[in-house]
């Protein structure tokens, strides 16, 4: 009776356990391991894709991969941002959970590079939609952040958790 009894104890404790796990989950971060940057110009022409890509993630061997996105000086861009987590693309999720998400840009200058957000959560902008102002040559550097910000997102970089932090090379052609 009393090996039964423990039983039925261990199983209630281990699905408390995941439900509590489960009810948690939301508020977590992500576990990003590629960034993908699709700029397309607005005008017409053929879209580039510029990856970083980091298997293991953030911490432990260096990325694998990280591209150069190269502009047209002079060109407007639509930019679309994908997230994923190995092979799943997690970009419908954060998007899903946009009062929870900001995408922050850091790079040239504003009178070299501008970069609009298109997509926002009623409130704020999200950033996985964009548009990219690509105003003269020039080279330099890229950062994308996305920032897990729950309860605390206010439209800038400030506040939450960082989910994925990258830097691309940029040259402006």
């Known amino acids: 009776m009393k090996k039964t009894t423990l039983i039925i104890a261990s199983a209630a404790a281990i699905a408390a356990l995941l439900n ?9 971060g992500e576990f990003i391991t590629t960034v993908k940057l699709t700029l397309t110009p607005k005008a017409g022409g053929t879209a580039k894709t ?4 980091d298997p293991d993630g953030i911490g432990g061997n260096s990325p694998k991969q990280t ?8 060109v407007n861009y639509n ?7 190995g092979d799943e693309d ?6 899903n959970e946009g009062k929870e998400h900001f995408v922050c840009f850091t790079g040239p200058a504003s009178d070299v590079l501008e970069i609009i957000y298109k997509d926002n959560d009623g409130k704020y902008p999200i950033g996985l939609s964009t548009e990219w102002k690509a105003k003269r040559k020039s080279a330099g550097l890229i950062r994308i952040a ?3 910000q729950p309860k605390s997102k206010d439209g800038t970089c400030g506040p939450g958790e960082t989910d994925v932090d990258v830097t691309f090379p940029l040259n402006q052609k």
């Open 79 to 85: 930019g679309d941002l994908q997230f994923f987590n």
């Open 67 to 74: 591209d150069t996105i190269v502009c047209d000086s002079g």
């Open 50 to 53: 510029f990856v970083w890509s």
């Open 146 to 148: 996305l920032k897990h």
């Open 90 to 95: 997690i970009t419908s999720e954060i998007k």
């Open 20 to 28: 509590l796990t489960s009810c948690h989950k939301h508020d977590e």
